[in-house]
């Protein structure tokens, strides 16, 4: 089994910052893309930024300049610094890793809970 484990979220003043961490534990033997996204209610689910094994970012438009996310390789942990935080940016966000499990052939996405994000303006 995988888990991911995220923290860091709550409550912020528009122009404020938050960081994000997401933890991953369990049988992994490696772990390739990790990234965050973020979903409203009744909205679908949207990319925020991704990181691969390498280093390599990719960031969505509405977040670049502002957000960066980075990734601790030893501790299989990912980041989400963000700052210049808008009331568009309140959210559920979630993390996501590209896991290859013990005994397993293939990569498998997982998922954290979720973490609440509330931005008030």
């Known amino acids: 089994q995988v888990q991911l484990v995220e923290s860091g979220g709550g409550l912020v003043q528009a122009g404020g910052s938050l960081r994000l961490s997401c933890a991953a534990s369990g049988s992994i033997v490696s772990i390739n893309d990790m990234g965050w996204y973020r979903q409203a209610p009744g909205k679908q689910r949207e990319l925020v930024a991704t990181?691969?094994?390498?280093?390599?970012?990719n960031y969505a438009d509405s977040v670049k300049g502002r957000f960066t996310i980075s990734r601790d390789n030893a501790k299989n942990t990912v980041y989400l610094q963000m700052n210049s935080l808008k009331a568009e940016d309140t959210d559920v966000y979630y993390c996501k890793a590209e896991c290859l499990r013990v005994g397993s052939v293939g990569l498998y996405d997982y998922w954290g809970q979720g973490t609440q994000v509330t931005v008030s303006s």
């Open positions: 990181i691969s094994g390498g280093g390599r970012t």
